[in-house]
């Protein structure tokens, strides 16, 4: 079975001939590496070293005709000013990290309603076909998607403590807001299905660090199942990005009806145990479960080996999971590491 028919086994929930490994790496990973393997890139290293592609790409883009929108960069410093009817909107980015948010004040809600009303989605098959082609049958192409509105305006717009004071201050007008950016996001989502990706991953980055169980049942339950539903009508596979702490949500992520959730993290990264995860999600729900980085990326490879095994219960072999090491923007990890990770993987061979 190749990589490719392994995931899409296991993502239509079923067993395939071996546990899945999809790793994440990243131009980042691979940058200590000799020039050779950087430039034949993620999807010929995965191949190499024994893992199985879960190609992260897309099958849109988004036009914004009726806003102007200026970038300035100097030096570390990046800012984006999108100039609307009802005033304009800065971010700053510094160093890769955002230190002004686009909204500051309920004043800017206008605008940014206005911003978020006037995107424009363009379906992009031809992105899908080159991330097809690339890939091969080294794996499968996710078209991606996100976030909801919650996530959205935590992590971007608003952050955490804005997102708190809006809410305790101005609760009806965020409550508003956030109803406008989910009916553009079925937009998204119905045109999306449409396409011919067969599997979809909504970005949430959820987190009880972030968002507690009262306020994801009161808003983003009913905003990932509309994402769940829109992908079901089209018979696609709905795939939720979740690598935080969400143990304290599981009984709610349930209820959403998706088919799988990306990166479900252990301790001490996160705080889910995957044996408990599948009996509070049932047996429907595919998990690609992380060895937490901690585990593996300064540890010597027969530890490794060890802290895999604990992972990889007999209870989990029973299920349809996907296990996964992250190294997105990691440098400096031995390619070792990950050829020894693959040949441990490639003795989790089914009858």
Not at 319 to 334: E, M, N, S, Y
Request: with cysteine.
């Amino acid at each position: 079975m190749n990589a490719r028919k392994r995931l899409s086994t296991v993502y239509r929930g079923s067993l395939a001939d071996r546990i899945p490994w999809a790793p994440i790496v990243t131009k980042a990973t691979l940058s200590t590496y000799p020039d050779r393997v950087q430039t034949e890139g993620t999807i010929a290293f995965t191949r190499a070293v024994g893992g199985d592609v879960l190609y992260r790409g897309t099958a849109h883009r988004i036009e914004q005709p009726q806003v102007e929108i200026a970038r300035h960069a100097e030096r570390d410093t990046q800012v984006t000013e999108y100039q609307t009817p009802f005033g304009t909107l800065r971010q700053v980015y510094r160093s890769g990290s955002l230190v002004e948010r686009q909204i500051k004040t309920l004043s800017d809600y206008e605008a940014f309603r206005f911003v978020y009303e006037n995107q424009r989605f363009v379906l992009d098959e031809d992105a899908l076909r080159e991330a097809e082609h690339q890939v091969g049958d080294a794996g499968i192409v996710t078209a991606s998607i996100g976030p909801t509105p919650v996530q959205r305006l935590l992590q971007f717009e608003l952050g955490v403590e804005g997102f708190a004071y809006h809410l305790a201050d101005c609760q009806r007008e965020l409550e508003g807001l956030m109803a406008v950016m989910h009916a553009k996001n079925l937009e998204l989502y119905e045109l999306v299905a449409s396409s011919s990706a067969e599997f979809v991953m909504l970005y949430e980055n959820t987190s009880t660090t972030m968002v507690s169980p009262a306020i994801y049942d009161c808003y983003s339950l009913e905003h990932v199942r509309g994402f769940v539903e829109a992908m079901h009508a089209q018979g696609k596979v709905a795939i939720v990005h979740m690598c935080g702490k969400v143990n304290r949500l599981l009984h709610l992520i349930r209820q959403t009806g998706l088919d799988a959730i990306d990166c479900l993290t252990p301790a001490p990264t996160g705080d889910v145990d995957f044996e408990e995860a599948f009996e509070i999600l049932g047996d429907s729900v595919i998990i690609h479960g992380l060895l937490d980085p901690s585990e593996w990326t300064h540890r010597p490879i027969e530890e490794i080996e060890r802290n895999i095994q604990a992972l990889l219960t007999p209870e989990i072999l029973k299920r349809p999971f996907v296990f996964c090491t992250a190294a997105d923007g990691l440098p400096g990890i031995p390619m070792e590491k990950f050829e020894a990770i693959g040949r441990i993987m490639s003795r989790y061979q089914f009858a």
